[in-house]
Every structure is written in C-alpha cells, then in structure tokens.
C-alpha cells in the first residue's frame, strides 16, 4: 500500500511539474519584453534610435561573418577535393598522387607564407605595384574590420578568405607540368612565384593604392570582381610558360596518354562547380543583392560555357564526351569570374556561351598546330578563359548590377561598353596585357633560377617508372591478385 501512495503522489508531483513548466516558460520571455519596452519607452528617442541601429549592424555583421567563413571554406574545397580530383583523374594513375599532392602541400605552404607575409604584400598600404609591411606576421588583423575592404566583417576574415585565393592560384599551374616536375622543385617555384606574380598582382587589383584597382580609384581601373586577371591568366599563362620550358612529356604525342579515371575528373569537376559559388558570390564580401546576382551569374555562365564547348565537340566528332562538357563548364567558371559581379543572367549566358567555343578551340585545335605539352589544358581553360572573361567584362558590366563608378558629386557613371563607356574596354586590355606580362617575365626568371639551384624534371627513368614511386615512394592503386 506505501509503494502505491508513493507512486501515486510522485505522478502527481510530475503532472504538476508539466503543467505549472509552460506557464512559466511563457511568463520569462513576457516579462523580458515588457522590461525591454518599458527600458525603450524610458529611454529618450535619439538613444532609442542609436540602441536599434547598433543591434542591426551587429546583426549585419554576424550574417556577413558566417557568409564569409563559409565562402572561405568553399574556396578550400576547390583545391582540395576538388582540384585533387579533377587534376588527378586526368593523369596516369602512375602519377595520380603526385598529381594530387602538389596541390594538398600548396594549401599548407602557401598558408604559412601568406600569414607570415603574403597578405602584407597583397593588401596591406604600399605603392601601386605592391604592398608594404604593415601586416607582417598578421601585425594588425583581427577582429576589427577594415572599412576600406569590408566594413561589416572582421578585417581576420577577409584575411582568411584571400588566403583560400592565394592557394588555389598555383596550383592550377600544376595542370601544364604534371607527370615530369620533381617534387622539390615543385615546392620552391610555388614559393617563388607568390612573391614574384601573384603577390604584385593582387596588389594591383585589389589592394589599397593598386594601380588595377576600380573600386579604390586607381590610375587604370580594371573590372575584376573575383580573379580573372588575378587568378586565372597569371595561372593560365605561366602554366604555358612551364610547358614550353620543361618541354614534351617522354613520348608525348606519339603514345597515348589518356586520363586514368575520368569518374574521378567528373567528381573533382562538381566540386569546384559547387565551391566556385563561394569563389565569386563570396567575393561579394556581404551576405546581400550582389553575392545573389554573382551566384546566379556563376551559375549561368557555368552552365552555357559546359552546353557551348559540347555543342562544338559533337558537331565536330560526332559525339559530346563526358570529359568535354566538364571541361567546358569549368572554362566557363573560369570566364565569368572577373564580371560576375558587374553583368546580368543574360549576359552571364552569353559569356559563358562564348568561354566554351573558344576554349575548346585552344584545346581541340590550337594546342594540337603548335605542339605544346600543356598536360592537363591549364592554359587552354585558365588562361584563354581568364582572358576571354576578362575582355567581355568590359563589354557587358552594367552599373544596373554594380555602380562601382561615380563622380565627386555621388552620381552613377556607366561601367560597361554596353553601358555607354566604351574606354573600359582599353582598361581591360591594359589589365589583362600587365597580367600577361607578370606571368611570362616573373615565371621565365624563376624557373631558370630554379632550374640552376635544384633542377627542374625528373630523370626520364623516374619520369617512365611514375611520379609516385620516384618522388614519394607510394603507389595510388593497389591491386591484389
């Protein structure tokens, strides 16, 4: 009999428990807001209005950060998994993980580099070609914000979101001399031209004082919303510096050297489709109108670019290959970088469109007349599409998307060629011919003073046994009987 007047008064309790616990759960909040009321209604109007601003900036602030650092991330996924497979599936599975280990190591190096000085360099005060050391070692970055690049966002995380830039840049060079670099000399070219090319050049376009910079009043403004000239034609075109200097991989082009694993290409190829939103929307740096209007132009241009190079391949073979329109979809990523913040869907469509015939032709046809060894088409798709992008910026930017131009009274000022300003178009030229010019010089120096300090290729014994087992002694596949 006790145990059931014990169960039955401990039900009680619980049942009243349940019963009094919502009351109370909705008596706090209640009470919480009319303290909150009475505090405003206290207080006088001014501060009231200063306490509302304060919260919806903070508010602001906090949704741009968590957009930021999720771009950041994205733009890492690029290079690893998405480079990694993309690249690696493309060569010989003999060199599958010496494929994929040039860019993994490049993320580690590239991330000490640039906090010891590499973003100084890039975005720290200086002269118009480079900057200066007033961020060595990070001196000055954290959690205060840099009104001057982003005001709603720690001035650490747009540090970390170049950063993911600064690391994928070179190691899309390692497309042109896969299969034949030594590992070793890999790692001190790859240090040498972040200082040499990309360094200056991001200076230029997107640094304080840059003499590329539209946003910040420099001498030639150059329309660049997220790296075309920065990123894919320094890429692009030193990779084709590097082929022709290592010269032709052992037996190419009289063996047949096709890709190992186009699975793993096509893989690596939707990944960076995925990561690339985080790659030109996050270049947006703000969670607004205009990370939506580049996320929809990549978008876009991505897909017209992938219909536009499968569209040329079948007619001219009969059939689209998988490997094609992958390709053509990351040629047109490529092309609408520079202008995905400046351009509408539809202009977006057509160049994309555009980006995949011409790309196409480079690989399919100009590459074969001059006999290249651009191994896995870095110049064919970075730097052609990052130049052919570059160009049609200037033709189809519209201040509708993006008024990046006023006058010493505020009002809007054409930005495009369609737009009604047709010299942008000589300023484009001029950024896409100093990027150029960057690319061929700085890398040509520096693959003679690499070549000179450590060698450049591997034996042609080690370069026929496989890049894998001469350079890092694994295998990528093993097979059991």
Same mark, same amino acid.
């Given at each position: ?15 009243? +428990? ?12 209640? =009470? ?13 109007? =001014? ?40 690249? +690696? ?5 003999? *060199? ?52 001057? &690049? ?11 979101? =170049? ?34 090319? &990309? ?36 890429? +692009? ?134 006999? &290249? ?6 110049? !064919?798709?970075?730097?052609? +599409? ?20 006023? *006058?010493? =009274? ?9 737009? !009604? ?5 000589? *300023? ?13 010089? !700085? ?39």
């Amino acid at each position: 009999m006790k145990y059931f007047v014990f169960l039955l008064t401990f039900g009680l309790v619980c049942a009243s +428990g349940l019963l009094v616990r919502p009351v109370y759960a909705q008596a706090a909040p209640s =009470q919480t807001v009319a303290a909150s009321e009475e505090s405003y209604a206290a207080a006088p109007a =001014q501060e009231q209005i200063s306490k509302l601003k304060a919260e919806i900036a903070e508010a602001q602030s906090s949704g741009d950060n968590a957009w930021m650092l999720v771009c950041s991330a994205l733009v890492l996924m690029m290079t690893g998994p998405g480079l990694a497979l993309f690249y +690696g599936g493309l060569v010989r599975k003999k *060199n599958v993980l010496a494929t994929m280990m040039q860019g993994f190591s490049l993320m580690a190096i590239i991330t000490v580099l640039w906090a010891v000085i590499g973003f100084s360099l890039c975005f720290g005060p200086g002269t118009s070609f480079i900057g200066g050391l007033s961020h060595l070692f990070l001196r000055g970055v954290g959690s205060a914000p840099d009104p001057t &690049y982003a005001g709603t966002i720690p001035l650490e995380t747009f540090m970390v979101f =170049q950063l993911m830039f600064a690391i994928i840049t070179p190691a899309l060079i390692c497309g042109a001399f896969a299969e034949r670099m030594k590992f070793s000399a890999m790692v001190l070219f790859m240090v040498l031209w972040s200082f040499v090319v &990309y360094d200056p050049m991001a200076h230029m376009v997107w640094g304080k004082s840059g003499l590329l910079n539209a946003a910040l009043g420099g001498a030639v403004p150059t329309l660049d919303f997220a790296g075309g000239t920065v990123v894919h034609i320094t890429s +692009g075109v030193s990779a084709l510096v590097c082929a022709l200097y290592l010269g032709k991989r052992v037996g190419y082009p009289q063996e047949p050297m096709p890709p190992h694993s186009v699975v793993l290409s096509f893989i690596g190829a939707c990944l960076l489709w995925v990561g690339w939103f985080g790659f030109n929307a996050g270049s947006a740096l703000a969670a607004g109108g205009l990370a939506t209007s580049a996320f929809v132009a990549t978008q876009f241009g991505a897909a017209a670019a992938a219909i536009g190079w499968g569209a040329a391949e079948w007619l001219r073979n009969g059939k689209p290959s998988v490997l094609g329109i992958v390709s053509g979809a990351v040629a047109g990523l490529v092309a609408i970088t520079p202008a995905s913040g400046f351009v509408g869907p539809m202009s977006a469509l057509a160049i994309g469109f555009i980006a995949g015939i011409v790309c196409y032709l480079m690989v399919s046809k100009v590459k074969g007349r001059f006999g &290249y060894d651009d191994s896995l088409d870095a110049f !064919g798709v970075h730097g052609v +599409g990052g130049t052919v992008g570059a160009l049609l910026t200037g033709i189809f930017a519209t201040s509708a998307i993006n008024p990046i131009f006023k *006058n010493r =009274q505020g009002n809007v000022l054409p930005v495009g060629l369609i737009d !009604g300003n047709a010299g942008q178009l000589l *300023n484009q030229f001029i950024g896409v011919l100093i990027s150029w010019s960057i690319a061929v010089v !700085g890398t040509l120096i520096i693959l003679k003073v690499v070549d000179a300090l450590v060698g450049l290729r591997v034996p042609e014994e080690q370069e026929v046994q496989g890049l894998d087992l001469s350079q890092h002694g694994e295998e990528g596949y093993t097979f059991e009987a």
